[in-house]
């Protein structure tokens, strides 16, 4: 365990991650912490994980169980209509960090965890949402933080980006994303 107290969102994403790596379940970071680590940093009080159960061949039962034998507090949160996010277990600690285990996102590419990048955080490994991922996920989202994440990923790894790909994955969230997207790369 790396947390030892409040406030210690990454650390606690770090021990979860270990134990979604146990257990074999394919995850990715998204949220701030990917905005971070693909763009300009910004600052988080929790975690935001998508992990994909289907494969791993774990049910979010399993899941649940696990984690409240780990000591953790766990909420299961149903999706809510026309929520672009399928479902939610919402793990915290005793020290009441915050990781929320998104099962699934409307739109993502079902081969997005074979795009995510690994990138290094205190003594360890993180799996995080592909670039092209993360910018059409943020592009629909479509709120102003989200714009201004697009902005600042495309500032820092712009020069990374496969804009073929990001067109596909674009499009998959609708013409409004695809066009929104368009009217983004006139302005870089």
């Not at 365990?1 to 379940?25: C, K, S, W, Y």
């Not at 949220?31 to 992990?51: C, E, K, M, Q, Y």
């Not at 984690?67 to 149903?78: A, F, M, N, P």
Request: proline share 4%; hydrophobic share 45%.
């Amino acid at each position: 365990m790396r947390v030892t107290g409040p406030g210690q969102p990454v650390h606690f994403l770090l021990d979860i991650a270990d134990l979604l790596n146990e257990l074999r379940i394919p995850y990715a970071v998204v949220g701030a912490l990917a905005v971070s680590f693909h763009g300009i940093p910004r600052a988080t009080n929790h975690a935001d994980t998508v992990i994909w159960l289907k494969e791993s061949g774990k049910t979010e039962r399993d899941l649940s169980q696990r984690l409240t034998q780990e000591g953790y507090r766990v909420e299961s949160r149903s999706a809510v209509a026309d929520h672009p996010v399928a479902g939610v277990l919402a793990v915290e600690d005793k020290h009441d960090n915050r990781v929320d285990l998104l099962l699934g996102i409307r739109g993502l590419e079902p081969n997005a965890p074979a795009r995510a990048t690994i990138g290094k955080f205190l003594d360890s490994s993180l799996q995080f949402i592909g670039l092209e991922d993360l910018v059409a996920m943020k592009v629909f989202a479509g709120g102003h933080r989200d714009l201004e994440d697009v902005n600042g990923i495309l500032r820092v790894s712009g020069r990374h980006l496969n804009v073929v790909l990001l067109r596909q994955l674009a499009a998959r969230y609708g013409a409004e994303v695809l066009a929104k997207f368009e009217e983004i790369l006139t302005t870089l």
